[in-house]
């Protein structure tokens, strides 16, 4: 019974993040400026993090948790980085 | 799927619940993404995601594991502080560097920058303050 709630809630909480991320995608590769695909990769990010949590919860696994942070640190970098490079043309001066 | 169903029911409805919410308000914040006009309103949407929705999907990740294995388990208080710290962080440069494109474009969209103060020199033949 427990099992059967889960797995529905977990898939239907699946599919919400995977069109979030076709959302962000949307952006990515629409986007009329160079700062909105940025901000759309960010956006791709954290809903990628997400969704690696409810894998985590699925399976019963630290696995994808460590998988999740390294996301969510990484991801931090690059848009920080992007940032960076949208305002002064170099990233590292 | 042996381990879902050690789960018992108090803690499996907060844990379905809590994903549900949190994918929820992540899907507004990405359809808020897609939907809204300009850069500078976009910039606010995702954040309904990176604050609540990745808080909630944390909280029933904690509450999951910390019932099945009948410790507590924490890490993923990790990745909450990381979000929280960082995103402000990011989404300030990518409005700064928006900010500074649109002005160097000569946008009318955006409000011009503040007159920079220089320490100018004094003017010779001018009247003195009163």
């Known amino acids: ?93 | 799927m042996t381990h879902l169903a050690d789960l018992p029911v108090w803690a499996a409805i907060p844990v379905a619940l809590f994903l549900l919410l949190g994918s929820a308000l992540a899907l507004i914040g990405s359809i808020g993404f897609v939907r809204l006009r300009s850069f500078y309103e976009r910039v606010h949407a995702p954040t309904l995601g990176t604050s609540m929705g990745i808080g909630f999907v944390l909280l029933a990740s904690m509450l999951c594991f910390t019932v099945l294995q009948s410790r507590l388990v924490l890490h993923e208080i990790l990745i909450a502080v990381s979000m929280l710290v960082t995103t402000p962080i990011t989404l300030m440069l990518l409005a700064r560097a928006a900010l500074y494109r649109d002005r160097s474009e000569g946008s009318d969209d955006v409000p011009a920058a503040p007159p920079v103060h220089t320490a100018a020199p004094p003017a010779q033949d001018s009247a003195p303050p009163v």
């Open chain 1, 1 to 93: 019974m427990t099992a059967t709630l889960l797995l529905w809630s977990i898939f239907l909480a699946q599919i919400l993040l995977v069109a979030a991320m076709a959302c962000a995608t949307y952006r990515v590769l629409r986007g009329p400026r160079a700062q909105d695909r940025v901000l759309g990769l960010d956006t791709l990010y954290v809903n990628a993090t997400m969704l690696l949590l409810t894998f985590g919860i699925r399976t019963g696994s630290t696995l994808y948790f460590e998988a999740a942070l390294i996301i969510a640190l990484l991801g931090f970098v690059a848009t920080a980085a992007l940032a960076k490079f949208l305002m002064r043309g170099e990233v590292i001066e």
